[in-house]
């Protein structure tokens, strides 16, 4: 099984790999454009700002190569923020997958969300094995809203997307990698789509 996660300057590529290799997982990290397109499965993480990362991607072609895929993709925080239509964060058009758009927190909440908040999680493959509502470990500013392809809720002063779902793509607000044995199953799972 080939895994791929994607190169570009948004990466918590790092803590991907470990939480990988702890589940056995040996995972390539480029951005070269025939490895991704070969690979049976494409990890699409992030952490940082949304117009430099789809400035990035566009500059190297890789907007039109994610959206054109049809193995499972999963695209992590500010990953998964992308692959919907639009985001707040600095007016920036992104890869449309998902047909929602991602605003900033409002109101005396604490920006951002840094720490442990309920998924309420669905019936959608990458929940598999996993007990009702469990923790997992979010930081971000932003967030998507709710819309047909939402596949978890989570409540910080609005209900958001925590995980959307459309085809191929799965998308997680949250940091698997971050959340412990859930994260690991959800990892887990979305290897054995």
């Known amino acids: 099984m080939q895994l791929v996660?994607?190169?570009y300057n948004a990466g918590n590529i790092q803590s991907v790999l470990y939480?990988?290799?702890?589940?056995g997982i040996a995972a390539t990290v480029t951005d070269d454009h025939s490895a991704i397109k070969a690979a049976d499965k494409v990890i699409f993480p992030g952490v940082g700002e949304a117009s430099?990362?789809?400035?990035?991607?566009?500059?190297?072609?890789l907007d039109t190569l994610i959206k054109n895929l049809t193995q499972?993709?999963?695209g992590i925080c500010l990953g998964m923020q992308l692959m919907c239509t639009y985001s707040e964060e600095n007016d920036t058009t992104c890869l449309g997958i998902f047909d929602t758009h991602v605003k900033k927190f409002k109101g005396n909440l604490k920006i951002p969300q840094i720490g442990w908040n309920t998924v309420e999680n669905s019936t959608e493959p990458i929940f598999t094995g996993i007990?009702?509502?469990?923790?997992?470990?979010?930081v971000h500013s932003y967030y998507a809203e709710l819309c047909k392809e939402t596949a978890a809720v989570t409540e910080y002063g609005v209900r958001f997307s925590s995980a959307l779902q459309k085809n191929n793509f799965y998308g997680v607000q949250f940091h698997p990698e971050k959340s412990a044995v859930v994260g690991e199953q959800i990892l887990q799972n979305f290897i054995n789509l």
């Not at 007990?131 to 979010?138: G, H, Q, S």
């Open 5 to 7: 996660i994607i190169k």
């Open 19 to 23: 939480a990988l290799e702890r589940i």
């Open 52 to 61: 430099t990362a789809m400035n990035y991607l566009q500059e190297r072609g």
């Open 72 to 74: 499972p993709v999963l």
């Open 131 to 138: 007990k009702a509502d469990p923790y997992c470990y979010f």
